[in-house]
């Protein structure tokens, strides 16, 4: 199964070129790794990222804040093109923000303001693995400091890079190598040696033996 990358950032602001073209490397980087494109469905950042997907042969999923894509284009003012699905959530721009996070197995922050930045929070404190494009303004420039006064052990992980081609394959390293098993908010469930916590053992079942 494809791995889901979620790309949040600035919709809107003072947009410098080098950071739309940042972010067009992101999209192209996710889609030349094989991995879906998820976004708000919103203008900006988020769309450069989904154009530069869709125009390297990816998958781009939006998750929009409308009931419908009318709703979508006329009261939202948010864009269709460069997406090959919306999922209409009718939940407005901050209540579409949780289905945005959970629906993306690694989630990137690009520029950003106070919706992405609480897009981030949402990700931390549920344990995704979050990657930070460093050098695109926003929160990105206050993340480490954030980080430092939160201090809350949620099982997060986030790893930085002013590289979008390289930092996506750290994340993609370090999700197979390790971050699989971080255990499901949902379940409750703790993964150790591939075996939810309370699950019945297969009868030839051995531990891993590796880091």
């Known amino acids: 199964m494809k791995l889901k990358i979620g790309v949040m950032g ?3 602001g003072d947009l410098h070129r080098r950071h739309l073209e940042i ?11 094989d991995c879906i494109t998820v976004t708000g469905a919103c203008p900006g950042l988020p769309l450069e990222a989904a154009r530069g997907a869709k125009e390297a042969g990816g998958l781009v999923v939006g998750v929009s804040p ?4 009318w709703e979508h ?4 003012h948010s ?32 520029g950003g303001r106070s919706g992405t930045l609480g897009e981030f929070s949402i990700a931390y404190d549920e344990g995704k693995l979050v990657g930070v494009v460093l050098g695109t303004g926003g929160i990105t420039s206050e993340i480490k400091y954030i980080l430092r006064v939160i201090k809350k052990k949620t099982g997060a992980r986030v790893l930085h890079d ?21 255990p499901s908010v949902h379940t409750h469930f703790t993964v150790q040696n591939n075996v ?5 053992l297969p009868p030839d079942w051995k531990p891993e033996t590796g880091n």
């Open 73 to 76: 284009v006329h009261r939202y």
């Open 79 to 110: 864009p269709v093109e460069h997406h090959d699905v919306l999922i209409f959530t009718g939940s407005g721009l901050m209540g579409r923000e949780v289905v945005n996070i959970r629906s993306s197995d690694i989630v990137v922050i690009i």
């Open 23 to 33: 972010a067009y490397r992101l999209g192209r980087a996710i889609a030349e790794n």
């Open 162 to 182: 002013e590289d979008p081609e390289r930092l996506v394959k750290g994340l993609l390293s370090y999700y197979r190598s390790k971050h699989f098993r971080h």
């Open 10 to 12: 600035s919709a809107s």
């Open 66 to 69: 409308g009931l419908s894509e």
């Open 196 to 200: 939810p916590s309370g699950a019945a």
